[in-house]
T-cell receptor, first 115, second 111 residues
């Protein structure tokens, strides 16, 4: 069974500073990997995804993530955060088996931005 | 672009009542997923349907049932509601081997 670990429950970053959110996954083969962002009481917005190919993927809002198979990681990065980036961030893994594509989410990282 | 539609957006029920949540997937998406997100929790997979057949099942209580109809919309039926069922319920849709697009969610409050 697949699983995701987000080691950081809460991160505080100054506006304009760089950001890295950690994500480690467990899956028997190469998974589908995703980062979603959720504002309080809102839905889940897809930031970026990794299916195959280039291990550095670009997403919306200036985010990027790098798939590292050797470390089973898919960390999310942004060079300069904006106050509007404050939200909950979820890493998710999906299986590549037809009929088993459900997403398994990490417990999330809450990002706070300080002026 | 069309998105996943969920209705209602908010629902308040009493304990032991029944609730029905509806999901309208993006056109031409053939797979629908249901997730439950409790307060301060990550979304948990409940059930999915592909071409109107159940394709996978997660931690869905026996009190809950779901189906996908011929027009691909899906309904999640929840009976004998408990306080612990209060959560945000997300529907997502996809086409095979593509990413899931999430709806805005239905916030269910059980009193």
């Amino acid at each position: 069974a697949q699983s995701v670990t987000q080691p950081d429950i809460h991160i505080t970053v100054s506006e304009g500073a760089s950001l890295e959110l950690r994500c480690n996954y467990s899956y028997g083969a190469t998974p589908y990997l995703f980062w979603y962002v959720q504002s309080p009481g809102q839905g889940l917005q897809l930031l970026l995804k990794y299916f195959s190919g280039d291990t550095l993927v670009q997403g919306i809002k200036g985010f990027e993530a790098e798939f590292k198979r050797s470390q089973s990681s898919f960390n999310l990065r942004k060079p300069s955060v904006h106050w509007s980036d404050a939200a909950e961030y979820f890493c998710a893994v999906g299986a590549r088996d037809f009929g088993n594509e459900k997403l398994t989410f990490g417990t999330g990282t809450r990002l706070t931005i300080i002026p | 672009a069309a998105g996943v539609i969920q209705s209602p957006r908010h629902l308040i029920k009493e304990k032991r009542e029944t609730a029905t949540l509806k999901c309208y997937p993006i056109p031409r998406h053939d797979t629908v997923y249901w997730y439950q997100q409790g307060p301060g929790q990550d979304p948990q997979f409940l059930i999915s349907f592909y071409e109107k057949m159940q394709s996978d099942k997660g931690s869905i209580p026996d009190r809950f049932s779901a189906q996908q109809f011929s027009d691909y919309h899906s309904e999640l039926n929840m009976s004998s509601l408990e306080l612990g069922d209060s959560a945000l319920y997300f529907c997502a849709s996809s086409s095979v081997y593509n990413e899931q697009f999430f709806g805005p969610g239905t916030r269910l409050t059980v009193l």
